[in-house]
């Protein structure tokens, strides 16, 4: 018997992007699924027009914008499928993605999350070679708190087709079992912004289980490759939420060399990049990303987060 998929996506502001996305849904192969869309506290709600464009899609409305991790877990409570697959409201699904990362639970009781192949969206996929985005990641650095990400901006001509663990599973498209979920937990919130994926699976392989990423599932997710907008928000979440994740996740040594590190290296090159370009409004959101983690008194347990109730629906 086939099991249950809920998709679970996250709106904001993208109602047109959404609307693709589900459409790339229901002309997926695999029967069983049920679409979860939550909005983030757009400008507009959108609940009228999926209701009466989208009848089976299950929607639900966060007056506030939770973040990333925050919406995802409303899906998480509202769902009902023994998998769920996260998926980016700008991604598309390829047919037989579903089928593929299914098969990766079935054959690997310890699988906890894993992520399909990855690739930027173009005009027309299946033109011409795709562009990868992810086929995987390498740990974070106990010292520099980088990671690389596996493939990326490499064209597509079939040199990865090995599913394989990896470290981290990518949060534009995973799928989880409900097994995993209740005992690792939901999302991290504390978050709101980047990282939180990252922690989800340091706190799932805690939990016995393991990431893989399966290349043999495609799905193409339309963030661009070719500009990468610096804007305040980004750089103060990113770093921010780089310390947050080393705290939650890495001992009292190790942290006190990423401390050294940040301070001797890290600040200062940042400094000097920002001061160069002028760009003061990006030098402090960066100053205040510090100062957040060094003023935070609490420490969230990587296992605070547990799956304790149902959201009812209207």
């Not at 992007?17 to 909005?39: A, G």
């Not at 960066?286 to 149902?310: E, H, Q, V």
Request: charged share 25%; with cysteine; glycine share 6%.
């Amino acid at each position: 018997m086939q099991p249950l998929i809920s998709i679970i996506t996250v709106n904001y502001n993208a109602l047109d992007v959404t609307c693709e996305m589900i459409e790339s849904i229901r002309r997926n192969s695999y029967p069983k699924v049920e679409i979860i869309v939550v909005d983030n506290a757009s400008e507009e709600n959108p609940g009228g027009y999926l209701q009466k464009h989208y009848p089976d899609v299950k929607f639900i409305r966060s007056e506030k914008n939770l973040g990333f991790a925050g919406g995802n877990n409303l899906g998480i409570r509202a769902s009902t499928g023994d998998f769920l697959f996260f998926l980016n409201n700008d991604a598309e699904l390829t047919n037989g993605a579903l089928e593929t990362l299914l098969e990766v639970f079935v054959k690997h009781p310890r699988a906890g999350i894993a992520s399909p192949k990855i690739c930027y969206y173009i005009a027309k996929p299946g033109s011409g070679p795709d562009m990868i985005q992810y086929v995987g990641t390498t740990h974070v650095h106990p010292l520099t708190a980088r990671n690389s990400t596996i493939g990326e901006m490499e064209l597509d001509e079939g040199q990865y087709t090995e599913l394989k663990e990896t470290a981290y599973a990518h949060g534009a498209a995973m799928m989880v079992s409900r097994k995993v979920l209740k005992e690792a937990g939901l999302m991290p919130e504390d978050f709101f912004l980047y990282y939180e994926e990252l922690d989800w699976c340091e706190r799932i392989r805690r939990s016995g289980y393991k990431v893989y990423v399966e290349p043999n599932a495609k799905i193409y997710h339309k963030e661009s490759y070719s500009v990468n907008k610096i804007s305040t928000l980004k750089t103060y979440y990113l770093n921010r939420n780089r310390i947050f994740f080393m705290k939650r996740n890495r001992s009292k040594i190790q942290m006190m060399g990423f401390w050294l590190f940040l301070f001797l290296f890290t600040v200062p090159k940042n400094t000097v990049r920002f001061i160069l370009k002028m760009d003061w409004p990006n030098l402090k959101a960066f100053y205040r990303a510090i100062l957040w983690n060094i003023k935070a008194r609490k420490d969230i347990s990587p296992s605070s987060t547990p799956l304790t109730f149902k959201l009812k629906l209207k």
